[in-house]
């Protein structure tokens, strides 16, 4: 891969920082302790073209890929990570492009890049879990429609989507069925479907997250993607590298902002009558910072570039996912050290961002899962 970023990237991430910069710092810190989602902040990245850049231009989209897409999410994870999560309003447009009809494309997508609705997906990482995981919603056939049942916690815009793309496996004992999963498009206000708010939450509190549950939701072949029944497996496998991605991302946006704030703290703090930037400890510790942040950028960039030309690296998403957690964990945390005391009150911005990084890290699938599956592309079939 080229790791020369094209001009036109270089000004979708220099508008992107533009962007957070001008909006996210006045007003990140009050939807954190709300837990609310920056509504205002979606509707003014959406008439900027940030939301569904990777969407074709029929439907809205700017017809880029997921690259420039992790590019814009860094830059809005440097200012607030609560905020950054505006530019998951599509979250689930990938697989109706991916899998959808002509029709379906029509009907969903374009309303997403202009701001009228908001999507999410309940999609078990079936690489993550127990079979109980995976096998949490189910779709049963009764005559011209589908009956799905189920539920799953921890759903990103859950409680705020207007629909969302829902990964079905068959009903009835696992010995009798084929495993394989469906794909449909659910509204959030049909008979049955209950949606939760998760409050309370460490960190990331203006994302929107929720428990969802389906009871009894019918649904029609409009509503199934993925080329019919048990056509979803194949799509959801890249779907999620491309959510481990987005953590990825996350977290590298996490560090890089963690670093400035504390090069910008020990540039005015002073101890023993010295600037504290000009300590070589504290040169050492923004060494390592600037080390890992590089090599966690280079990671995540080299799969999204791979992920965009078809070339699907699952190993290496994983090695993204893992590696850029762990990144923002420990920047951050020497970071908050490098603050001192003050970097334990709320009124600190790096307080917010040490809180921020612990839920990023998990927000892909936790490093541990990861590491598993690092572990099976080195060792291969054994």
């Known amino acids: 891969m080229d790791y020369e970023l094209s001009s036109e990237q270089k000004d979708i991430k220099a508008a992107a920082r533009e962007f957070a910069e001008g909006e996210f710092p006045e007003v990140g810190g009050a939807y954190d302790e709300r837990e609310e989602y920056p509504m205002e902040l979606w509707k003014k990245a ?12 029929r439907y809205g989209g700017a017809g880029l890929g997921f690259l420039e897409h992790l590019l814009v999410l860094e830059q809005f994870a440097r200012v607030d990570p609560g905020c950054s999560h505006i530019l998951l309003a599509a979250t689930g447009a ?65 409680s705020i989507a207007d629909h969302l793309v829902v990964s079905c496996v068959p009903a009835g004992p696992a010995e009798a069925t084929n495993w394989r999963s469906s794909l449909f498009v659910v509204g959030t206000g049909s008979p049955g479907c209950e949606v939760f708010k998760l409050k309370g939450r460490l960190g990331l509190r203006a994302c929107d997250a929720a428990r969802v549950r389906l009871s009894g939701v019918r649904v ?49 703090r002073r101890a023993f009558g010295r600037c504290v930037a000009a300590f070589e400890s504290t040169q050492l510790k923004v060494a390592e910072m600037g080390a890992y942040i590089e090599a966690s950028r280079r990671l995540c960039f080299e799969a999204a570039w791979l992920l965009d030309h078809g070339r699907r690296d699952s190993g290496l998403v994983s090695m993204a996912g893992w590696f850029a957690g762990m990144t923002g964990i420990r920047v951050v945390d020497e970071a908050l050290q490098l603050h001192g005391g003050y970097g334990y ?25 990861e590491k598993v599956s690092i572990g099976g592309a080195v060792i291969g079939p054994v």
């Not at 029709?103 to 999609?123: H, N, T, W």
């Not at 409009?222 to 991302?249: H, I, M």
């Open 46 to 57: 959406c008439t900027l073209g940030f939301i569904g850049l990777f969407m074709d231009e």
């Open 220 to 268: 029609t072949e409009k509503e199934l993607l993925g080329g019919g029944e048990g056509g979803g497996s194949d799509r959801v496998r890249p779907f999620l590298d491309g959510k481990r991605l987005e953590a990825a991302a996350l977290s590298i946006g996490i560090a890089e902002g963690a670093m400035e704030q504390a090069v910008a703290y020990a540039r005015q």
């Open 94 to 158: 990938e697989l109706i492009e991916a899998s959808g009809t002509e029709e379906q494309k029509e009907r969903y997508l374009p309303g997403l890049a202009r701001g009228d609705a908001i999507m999410g997906s309940v999609i078990p990482d079936n690489g993550a879990g127990t079979d109980e995981a995976v096998r949490r919603m189910t779709a049963c056939r009764e005559g011209e429609a589908y009956v799905i049942n189920g539920e799953q916690a921890f759903v990103v815009n859950g």
């Open 345 to 369: 009150i709320t009124e600190s911005r790096i307080e917010r961002f040490f809180r921020d990084a612990t839920m990023a890290e998990n927000y892909g699938g936790c490093g541990e899962s």
